[in-house]
């Protein structure tokens, strides 16, 4: 496997898309050198190729956002790694996370997007995870620290004088044994549940279950037969009921009404005679107490005028004969209480003004002279107003309503009659009418119970069949438990052996991998250590992990008592056996390597280190680690170099073709 391109776009302080491309060279290894300042963006690209291939903290890669784009409303960032597989088949990984467009995004708004193309064929979305765990089976997150690592790293380990605890993650991670005792843990799980379900069934279970089943058929059976009788008697009535209708349509010609219509119609015309003559007694009683009044209603206005035309004349007769008194009153109104003129009367034009107005009382109205017909007091004219009133508002004038009603029911009662008797003349023919009607009437009575009948006999039936396909589903499972019994025994037993195999399987692969670990240790560490020929070997402890160098005379020294420098050298061997141990061919990515080694393991580390590291090296180095010289040495085995080129007033970098000096 080989990184062919690396693309980082606005994490730290690469701004704008920069592409890294990683070429063989001419004999298929290839060693790429990247140059950069401290803060140029080195430890960027090892933590963009990490999380391109795993992910990471949401609120890490929010932090790591470029701050200008961050400021100018661009929260995004993207890595994609074009990978060529072990049979040279391209795969590209592009992981990406964005807030969309919104206004001071934050931690919670950011979305992450994994896009995998494999053969050119991009993978849908609804894959991630599928897709993920393919990318975490290809390259184990666990076994990438030992191929991408930093200066960081290497001190972290040499500086750890008790390093059994990592070394046995490590080589397990690097050997896959997460895997097997994963599996080993999925043996135990199937083991319990295996026992779980483990249940000893006896004879006697499956005789009592045997029995309840019997005795539920022979209900069935019982039921199914009175349900076919019942349909037998259902589909009897249904003909006797078709036979009758057809008689009674030869007989009488109509179609045959059951009972229950008769009455109706009897019932009805009962109703329709009892309010003809509710009718007729309501036109008898208008008749009796209004009626003739009601004819004089004719001549009601004129007796009103007359009425009105005699109180008035009454009325004009009662001013005549009261003139004088009723003129001295007059008279008097003018001065009291106050004079309406301001010059007062006399009193003898005072007695002229009473006399005048007492003959115009005198002389009256001309037109109140009217001659009495009625001659009546004001108490019968008012007693007479108020009955024609009451005869004018009386129900008298719902008479011709009333009467339109009467002929209506009329013609409805003669009509029922006329439908009752229809076709039946004589009393032979009532007879006939009457049977024929009570047994069409019968049968469609017996219809309706035999169809209710027959519908709880089904519904039993359905009942009683799920309860005997339960049963026998019991008695199956109850079987399969009292058959399968030594099965599950040998099952649990096969576990417990797999269990075993795998267990020995760990502790022989885990000897012969911490042999071959000692091994290549051992080979790496005396190609970069100065100490080289006072070592004579190394050895680990296939059980307890336990690191032990042993000296030309077979005594251990302890790893407390090398240098700073040999701990380094240490660790990277370390690191270099447990990459081959894995066998897997992944890219090495180093950062920094050298920076606290002195000249000497230096030379070792260029010349025999990075040529032998593996298929695929990329290198981050600053300008004094790999200076001129060095990179003179590692010049016809590198396939390449870049420079990362910061730029301190816009705090952007970006990279170009060669190393440092051929920019």
């Known amino acids: 496997m080989k990184f062919r391109k690396f693309t980082i776009e606005n994490y730290k302080s690469f701004q704008f898309p920069t592409d890294i491309l990683f070429p063989d060279s001419e004999n298929g290894k290839s060693i790429f050198l990247i140059g950069g300042m401290n803060g140029a963006g080195k430890t960027a690209i ?27 409303g661009n929260a995004s960032v993207s890595f994609e790694l074009e990978i060529e597989m072990d049979d040279a088949s391209p795969l590209i990984v592009r992981r990406s996370w964005s807030a969309g ?88 799980y199937l083991k319990q549940e295996e026992r779980k379900g483990f249940v000893e069934i006896s004879d006697e279970d499956l005789e009592f279950k045997e029995s309840e089943l019997k005795l539920q058929r022979s209900k069935i059976t019982r039921l199914n037969k009175e349900r076919d009788e019942v349909r037998d008697d259902l589909e009897s009535f249904k003909t006797q009921n078709e036979e009758a209708k057809k008689r009674f349509q030869a007989n009488f010609n109509v179609e045959p009404e059951s009972r229950d219509a008769i009455r109706q119609i009897e019932k009805r015309r009962v109703q329709v005679a009892n309010r003809l003559g509710q009718v007729e007694n309501e036109i008898r009683i208008l008749c009796e107490k209004d009626l003739p009044y009601s004819l004089l209603g004719g001549l009601f206005s004129g007796i009103r005028k007359q009425i009105e035309c005699e109180r008035e004349s009454a009325q004009g007769e009662a001013i005549k004969e009261n003139a004088a008194d009723l003129a001295k009153r007059i008279v008097r109104v003018v001065e009291e209480p106050e004079p309406i003129y301001i010059e007062r009367l006399s009193a003898e034009k005072m007695a002229e003004l009473e006399k005048r107005i007492s003959s115009l009382l005198r002389e009256g109205d001309s037109r109140s002279s009217i001659k009495k017909i009625l001659n009546i007091s004001d108490r019968d004219a008012a007693k007479i107003l108020q009955q024609m009133d009451e005869l004018e508002c009386s129900d008298i004038f719902l008479l011709q309503p009333l009467l339109e009603e009467k002929k209506e029911l009329g013609v409805e009662v003669k009509k029922i009659e006329s439908s009752l008797q229809s076709g039946v003349s004589s009393d032979s023919e009532k007879d006939i009418f009457e049977q024929l009607q009570s047994e069409i009437e019968g049968c469609t009575t017996q219809i309706g119970r035999k169809t209710e009948q027959l519908r709880i ?24 438990k009292h058959n399968v019994s030594k099965v599950k025994a040998d099952f649990i037993s096969e576990c417990d052996a797999i269990a075993g195999l795998l267990n020995q399987f760990v502790i022989r692969m885990r000897k012969n991998k911490v042999h071959l670990l000692q091994e290549k240790t051992f080979e790496m560490y005396k190609l970069l250590s100065t100490k080289s020929g006072l070592i004579k070997d ?21 790893k407390s008592g090398l240098s700073a420098g040999e701990k380094e050298v240490f660790a990277l061997a370390l690191l270099w056996g447990l990459a081959q141990t894995s066998e897997l061919k992944l890219p090495i990515i180093i950062d920094t390597p050298l920076s606290r080694l002195d000249s000497t393991h ?36 590198l396939s390449g170099a870049a420079s990362l080129v910061f730029n301190q007033k816009q705090e952007i970098t970006t990279i170009k073709n060669g190393y440092f000096w051929e920019v």
């Open 538 to 558: 190394i050895t680990i402890d296939d059980k307890s992990f336990e690191i032990r160098i042993l000296d030309r005379n077979g005594q251990e020294i302890k």
């Open 101 to 188: 467009v919104i206004d001071k995004p934050k931690v919670k708004d950011f979305e992450e997007r994994l896009v995998v193309v494999r053969d050119g064929k991009r993978v849908s979305v609804q894959n991630k995870q599928m897709w993920q765990d393919f990318i975490r089976a290809t390259i184990p997150p666990g076994i990438t620290q030992f191929f991408f690592f930093d200066g960081e790293k290497i001190q972290e380990i040499a500086a750890d004088d008790h390093s059994e605890v990592r070394l046995k993650s490590s080589l397990e991670a690097a050997l896959g044994i997460e895997y097997i005792n994963k599996l080993s843990s999925d043996l135990l």
């Open 46 to 72: 090892m933590e963009g190729i990490n999380f391109c291939l795993y992910g990471g903290k949401v609120e890490e890669i929010f932090r790591s956002i470029n701050r200008k784009s961050l400021a100018l």
């Open 602 to 637: 230096r030379d070792n580390i260029i010349r025999n280190y990075f040529p032998n590291a593996g298929e695929q090296v990329i290198i981050l180095s600053t300008d004094t680690e790999i200076d001129n010289n060095y990179y003179r040495t590692l010049q016809s085995h």
């Open 457 to 480: 006999l089904e519904e039993d039936i359905l009942s009683y069949e799920k309860k005997i396909r339960e049963i026998e589903i019991e008695i199956e499972k109850l079987y399969e």
